[in-house]
């Protein structure tokens, strides 16, 4: 019971956390998938970073255990289109949908529900769809400890190519906007 009091809490205060950036608007979320609102990829690449610093601290303290799945380039690949596809539809992702409903926005209610049906497709179909999509392009776990084999090394890379991209997005949509 006391680790799903800790999950609630911990998602609330995320919900909190993603409300105040604005990504639980949708109307927010479409001008940043236009490149005119810089704030909600900005805040999504800080939260990867910050979120790698903590797990590699956990790591280091011997907390819990880390299993990456194994990467399949064709599921993985519809899994994205799909994603994109319905977060392009509805303005939200899964995170922020939970958190506009919580909020009271009747359309990412819709989207949740959308969401719930896309599910039930998934696992009606799951079992039949691994040997078709799943085994055959299976190429293992993709880790940045395994490529750069130090997990120092992988979190250093992070940290520098994701905040870089926080500076570009601020310095590339800076111009943008005044182009509006």
């Not at 907390?63 to 990467?71: C, D, H, I, N, S």
Request: glycine share 16%; charged share 10%.
């Amino acid at each position: 019971m006391e680790k799903v009091l800790l999950g609630l809490m911990a998602g609330i205060a995320f919900g909190f956390v993603i409300q105040r950036v604005g990504a639980t608007n949708s109307d927010k979320m479409a001008k940043a998938h236009l490149m005119i609102e810089p704030q909600i990829p900005q805040f999504m690449l800080l939260t990867v970073i910050f979120a790698a610093i903590g797990v590699f601290g956990l790591k280091l303290a011997g907390v819990g255990r880390f299993l990456p799945l194994p990467t399949s380039i064709v599921a993985t690949g519809l899994a994205a289109i799909l994603f994109g596809v319905g977060w392009g539809m509805t303005g939200y992702c899964p995170g922020t949908c939970w958190a506009a409903a919580g909020e009271g926005r009747g359309d990412a209610i819709f989207a949740l529900l959308g969401g719930f049906a896309g599910t039930a497709v998934f696992a009606t179909f799951h079992e039949a769809l691994i040997p078709v999509l799943y085994l055959p392009t299976n190429i293992g776990q993709l880790t940045l400890d395994g490529l750069f084999n130090s997990a120092a090394t992988g979190l250093g890379f992070l940290v520098v190519v994701f905040a870089g991209g926080v500076v570009m997005i601020g310095r590339l949509w800076q111009k943008n906007e005044s182009t509006h």
